[in-house]
Nanobody, 121 residues
């Protein structure tokens, strides 16, 4: 199983992008999912998370501009990014805790390959 992220690209400041991420293989369900980002020369940081029940958490830097959502049927997570700023430029990684087997409630943590978001001024 792998997480496949898509939707990154180049956008001007003030523009919007929508990222999506879904597991490539067969799973039972996805528990907590989230987005993280890593800018050049900086550590990876949390952007937003969402539980299976829809509870969300955002980094202060993106509150009011980014919206995280998910489709529990498709086990897909989305990140709608509006009013983008040059400081949002980073590689964005999706993260998910996936349940792979019906006979176990155990979950395993997966990371996507990263998708580059570049915001020009």
């Amino acid at each position: 199983v792998q997480l496949q992220a898509s939707g990154g690209g180049l956008v001007q400041a003030g523009g919007s992008l929508r990222l999506s991420c879904a597991p490539s293989g067969s799973i039972v369900s996805a528990n907590d999912m989230g987005w993280y980002r890593q800018a050049p020369g900086k550590q990876r940081e949390l952007v937003a998370t969402i539980t299976s029940g829809g509870d969300t958490n955002y980094a202060d830097s993106v509150k009011g501009r980014f919206t995280v959502s998910r489709d529990n049927v498709k086990n897909t997570i989305y990140l709608q990014m509006d009013s983008l700023k040059p400081e949002d430029t980073a590689v964005y990684y999706c993260n998910a805790h996936l349940r792979l087997a019906l006979y176990s409630y155990r979950t395993s943590e997966y990371w996507g390959q990263g998708t580059l978001v570049t915001v020009s001024s």
